[in-house]
Structure formats: C-alpha cells, structure tokens
C-alpha cells in the first residue's frame, strides 16, 4: 500500500503535485490531499510502533496491535478517500490519468 514514512511524504507530495500538474484552481482541493497524506503518514507510523509489534508480545497483544493497524488504515483510506474525490472532479481527462496510476497505492491496503 500506500504506507510511508512520516520523513518520506513531503517529498512524496511534492512529486504527485508535480506529476498531476495541480493548477492554480485546484490548490485548494489539493491541499486537502496533502493533509490526509501527512496525516495519514502519522497515523500509520503510530499504529506500526506499537507495543504488540514487540518480539515478546502476546498472542493477544499481536492481535490487539493488528486490529489498531487495520483501524489505522481503514481510517487513512477514509479521510484520503473524501479529500481525493473532491479534487478528482477538478482534474482533467490528462490529470485523472495520472491521479488513476499515482493515487491508487494511497488508497489500497496490500
């Protein structure tokens, strides 16, 4: 998927800004993407630190922290989801080209 680290998404969002050609207009909308990638960036490296990642966790600890992970991405496809829907509309038939290629790991959990 779509999971990177907090240190990595800024220059993650600068390319897709640059590949999908973002106008003047749809700066707006954009920007709203890029708060749901850095958040979503945060939320992820969270839910991965977690204390049931431990070699010494237990079975139900492991499980606990797989469940936090998956709300974690479950809520980071959500809010990325909303945001890129309303820029979606913006773009044109070159830019939604490019949004299908570039946006689909963000929005994928495998």
């Known amino acids: 998927g779509g999971d990177m680290p907090t240190d990595r ?3 993650r969002i ?8 973002i106008t003047e207009a749809q700066m707006a909308a954009w920007k709203e993407v890029a ?15 977690d204390e049931g990642q431990k070699a010494n966790a237990s079975l139900l600890e492991r499980a606990d922290a797989q469940e936090r992970l998956l709300a974690a991405r479950l809520e980071s496809i959500r ?15 070159a830019q939604k080209r490019s949004a299908e290629e570039l946006m689909a790991p ?4 495998s």
């Open 79 to 93: 809010v990325l989801k909303s945001a890129t829907a309303k820029l979606y509309l913006m773009l044109d038939d």
């Open 35 to 49: 708060a749901a990638l850095r958040a979503n960036a945060k939320r992820l490296t969270e839910a991965k630190s």
């Open 106 to 109: 963000y929005l994928s959990i």
């Open 9 to 11: 998404i800024e220059g």
């Open 14 to 21: 600068a390319y897709l800004h640059a590949e999908l050609r």
